[in-house]
């Protein structure tokens, strides 16, 4: 659940992260923090394979994100007006 957290934070504090990267941050998230569950020697400085995960979903977010084509203006707008409603 917790790979869930860059895109839900991104969602709200950055209008250029797109669904491309959001998708793509949670596979890569997903799938590294899987493969150091399964082999546990392959963790860098013995770090816990979650923040692992977490680091390279952020980082895959954001590269993917910046790759991509940015969310059209409108719906940027749209999005930001709701989200910003309850201020």
Do not use: C
């Not at 569950?37 to 692992?52: A, D, K, Q």
């Not at 994100?65 to 409603?85: N, Q």
């Amino acid at each position: 659940i917790v790979q869930l957290a860059p895109a839900v934070y991104l969602a709200f504090l950055w209008k250029r992260a797109t669904g491309a990267g959001i998708v793509a941050g949670l596979l890569v998230g997903f799938g590294l923090t899987l493969l150091l569950i399964l082999y546990p020697n392959w963790r860098p400085w013995g770090m816990h394979e979650g923040l692992v995960g977490l680091a390279a979903n952020l980082a895959t977010v954001v590269v993917v994100s910046l790759r991509t084509r940015p969310p059209e203006p409108a719906a940027v707008a749209e999005w930001w007006a709701v989200s910003r409603a309850a201020d």
